[in-house]
T-cell receptor, first 113, second 112 residues
Framework: DAGVTQSPTHLIKTRGQQVTLRCSPI?????VSWYQQVLGQGPQFIFQ???????GRGNFPDRFSARQFPNYSSELNVNALLLGDSALYLC????????????FGPGTRLTVT | RKEVEQDPGPFNVPEGATVAFNCTYS??????FFWYRQDCRKEPKLLMS???SGNEDGRFTAQLNRASQYISLLIRDSKLSDSATYLC?????????????FGQGTTLQVKP
């Protein structure tokens, strides 16, 4: 079975631009979460979606938004990019939300110059 | 104070050694607990869930003490391939809401 997939794998943007990251969950998983990981730190929770509804949001500015599609895939959008947005963006899927185990995709490495 | 705290290490141990990692969490509403392993520039991979009764998977043993809000991971007979960063994770989710809170990770280097 395929794991969580993310695209693109790497991305370079300039300050002020907008970016869209994509994630496809493990087949049968209905919940998708997004995390940001900067170098030397553990991942930080950004959003969780279940059944196309936002179920949780972390301490990120409104420049960050996401959505989930009927096939349970998801997109993360970041507007007005800042240098500090440079990070590894990880998507995780789980069967449902709640306390179920989450499985991570390989991530998208975003560099903002 | 961070919600999940770990000693960042690094822990440098010889092959065959036993090594223990500790983690504390501050939110008593945390519902479930995990250890993830992360290799350099890769995604975190679930190592094991952690239960109050303690659980073992081969050379790995995890313990949870809810009263003390303390989680541990013991690795016996360390292998070179165990070299990685180990992330202590709590889930503050409930119902259909899941929110993983990560510690900053503990780096393990196993040397020949």
């Amino acid at each position: 079975d395929a794991g969580v997939t993310q695209s693109p794998t790497h991305l370079i943007k300039t300050r002020g631009q907008q970016v869209t990251l994509r994630c496809s969950p493990i087949s049968g998983h209905k919940s998708v979460s997004w995390y940001q990981q900067v170098l030397g730190q553990g991942p930080q929770f950004i959003f969780q979606y279940y059944e196309k509804e936002e179920r949780g949001r972390g301490n990120f500015p409104d420049r960050f938004s996401a959505r989930q599609f009927p096939n349970y895939s998801s997109e993360l959008n970041v507007n007005a990019l800042l240098l500090g947005d440079s990070a590894l963006y990880l998507c995780a899927s789980s069967f449902v939300g709640g306390t179920y185990e989450q499985y991570f995709g390989p991530g998208t490495r975003l560099t903002v110059t | 104070r961070k919600e999940v705290e770990q000693d960042p290490g690094p822990f440098n141990v010889p092959e065959g050694a036993t090594v223990a990692f500790n983690c504390t969490y501050s939110n008593s509403a945390s519902q479930s607990f995990f250890w993830y392993r992360q290799d350099c520039r890769k995604e975190p991979k679930l190592l094991m869930s952690v239960y109050s009764s303690g659980n073992e998977d081969g050379r790995f043993t995890a313990q949870l003490n809810r009263a003390s809000q303390y989680i541990s991971l013991l690795i016996r007979d360390s292998k070179l391939s165990d070299s990685a960063t180990y992330l202590c994770v709590v889930n503050r989710g409930s119902g259909n809401t899941g929110k993983l809170i990560f510690g900053q990770g503990t780096t393990l280097q196993v040397k020949p």
